[in-house]
């Protein structure tokens, strides 16, 4: 019996590769082999894995008669119709355990870096200034911290924040499922009384645009927000106009309305929006390039997490 053979179609820890082998699959890599390349030999493979490359539609899954899985080195499968590939039969694998430790500690990040200048006492410096009652920040500890989306990178990020003396409040789509860390209200309470803002929620019809300008409106406090989720979760010209007014105190973002579905360069876009020139330049705006679960030791335990949820096939 000949071995099963996985389609990679991104490049991922080596680990991997190595550890499916010794699982009895057969490798072949396509890490920039043309989609339109892949199609003419998917039919022949009994799995895949990919990362955000390009997305798997009712198309490319009709052709693929003979996949078994799609595993997706990630947390979410929103480039995947899932439906659909379900309907024929093929198990979904993610892997969201692989890197939510990595952007809990990264939000956690982002949030100490708003609260304390950092950006902005780093680039007084550079500029040859000492300007320390211009730098003052403000303490995380008593304030009211609310977290939108409470599964895995939510929980961890909540975790995270035990040791700084805060009151944690979590809304999420499912019931019951605040814990120690964190209590469960619904979204109107937790409105009226957080400080702090963190999405951990995945793309879906849903939560697109959903930190828009009436959310904003109807914060009772003024709050710093973190988006370490997905940027079409954010209409950036509101978020930009809550910045404007104070209302937003500042912005952590992982992610931005502006990415491609594959996360690529937001500097590959044309005509660049006036928003995203404010946020580029903003001295309460802090920005990393999608890299909050993309960390040395993420990309080996996504791999393996993924070995090993093939492995319970």
């Not at 890599?29 to 989609?35: D, Q, V």
């Not at 929980?155 to 979590?170: R, T």
């Not at 406090?221 to 997905?230: S, V």
């Not at 999608?290 to 997490?305: D, Y």
């Amino acid at each position: 019996m000949s071995p099963l053979k996985i389609l990679h179609v991104d490049e991922n820890h080596p680990l991997m590769l190595e550890r499916l082998e010794r699982l009895g699959y057969h490798n072949d890599l396509a890490y920039t082999t043309p989609l339109e390349e892949i199609l003419k030999t998917i039919n022949t493979y009994d799995g895949m894995v990919i990362r955000s490359r390009f997305p798997i539609d009712k198309k490319f899954i009709d052709t693929a008669q003979n996949l078994r899985f799609i595993a997706r080195v990630g947390a979410g499968l929103e480039n995947i119709d899932v439906k659909y590939a379900q309907s024929k039969n093929i198990h979904l694998i993610a892997a969201p355990e692989g890197n939510r430790n990595a952007v809990g500690e990264h939000a956690i990040g982002l949030l100490l870096g708003l609260m304390n200048k950092l950006r902005l006492g780093h680039h007084s410096i550079q500029q040859g200034k000492w300007l320390r009652e211009v730098h003052r920040g403000f303490e995380l500890e008593n304030k009211k911290v609310g977290i939108i989306g409470y599964g895995n990178t939510g929980k961890n990020f909540a975790e995270k924040l035990k040791g700084f003396n805060v009151k944690v409040l979590c809304h999420d789509i499912l019931p019951n499922i605040g814990d120690e860390n964190a209590t469960q209200v619904d979204l109107q309470t937790l409105m009226d009384e957080v400080q702090v803002l963190s999405l951990h929620i995945p793309q879906s019809k849903q939560t697109e645009n959903m930190i828009n300008k009436a959310f904003i409106s109807k914060m009772k406090y003024p709050f710093w927000f973190i988006n370490t989720a997905r940027g079409k979760a954010v209409v950036t010209q509101d978020l930009v106009a809550g910045l404007r007014s104070g209302k937003i105190l500042g912005a952590g973002l992982d992610v931005l309305e502006y990415e491609s579905a594959s996360f690529h360069s937001i500097f590959n876009i044309k005509n660049r929006p006036e928003a995203l020139d404010f946020l580029l330049s903003a001295d309460n705006v802090l920005l990393s390039p999608h890299v909050g679960g993309w960390t040395v030791e993420s990309h080996r335990k996504l791999a393996q997490t993924i070995v090993d949820k093939i492995k319970a096939l």
